[in-house]
């Protein structure tokens, strides 16, 4: 995984993460600090991709167990669109960002998942080469 483009990925979706969170806590009148949970989310996948462009298999790991858990855990806003859509959603802003932060994470799962598989694909070829 040492030419991976991963840990720059995981370092652009914290900063993007970061900038959700940010954006999201100034919009709800800096009342909730639940509104930076995808900023905290952010910083760490940030540091995970500095890290990573040292010893990407440690921390590019590290990277996606924290965005499966960041995943998880904004389902519950995921399930609110319906209310969004409806005009019902008790907390409308929390549902957007929650939503932006699952589909960014789902997003990386996916790209992190298909670049192990393509590292393990280059390996099984170096070693039959």
Same mark, same amino acid.
Do not use: C, F, H
């Given at each position: 995984m040492q030419?991976?483009?991963?840990?720059?990925?995981?370092?652009?979706?914290? #900063?993007?993460?970061?900038?959700?969170?940010?954006?999201?806590?100034l919009a709800a009148g800096m009342s909730s600090w639940t509104?930076?949970?995808p900023a905290i989310l952010g910083v760490v996948l940030a540091v995970c991709g500095? @890290?990573?462009r040292t010893n990407p298999k440690v921390w590019i790991h590290a990277a996606l167990v924290v965005a499966l858990l960041g995943a998880l855990g904004t389902i519950r806003n995921v399930l609110g669109l319906g209310d969004l859509?409806?005009?019902?959603?008790?907390?409308?802003l929390a549902v957007v960002a929650g939503t932006i932060t699952f589909v @960014?994470?789902?997003?990386?799962l996916v790209l992190g998942v298909r670049s192990f #598989?393509?590292?393990?694909?280059?390996r099984r070829r170096q070693v039959t080469a």
């Open positions: 030419n991976s483009s991963m840990p720059r990925t995981t370092l652009l979706l914290g #900063i993007v993460l970061v900038v959700v969170g940010v954006v999201g806590w509104a930076l949970i500095v @890290l990573g859509v409806s005009g019902d959603a008790e907390r409308p @960014l994470l789902v997003i990386y #598989i393509a590292v393990r694909r280059e």
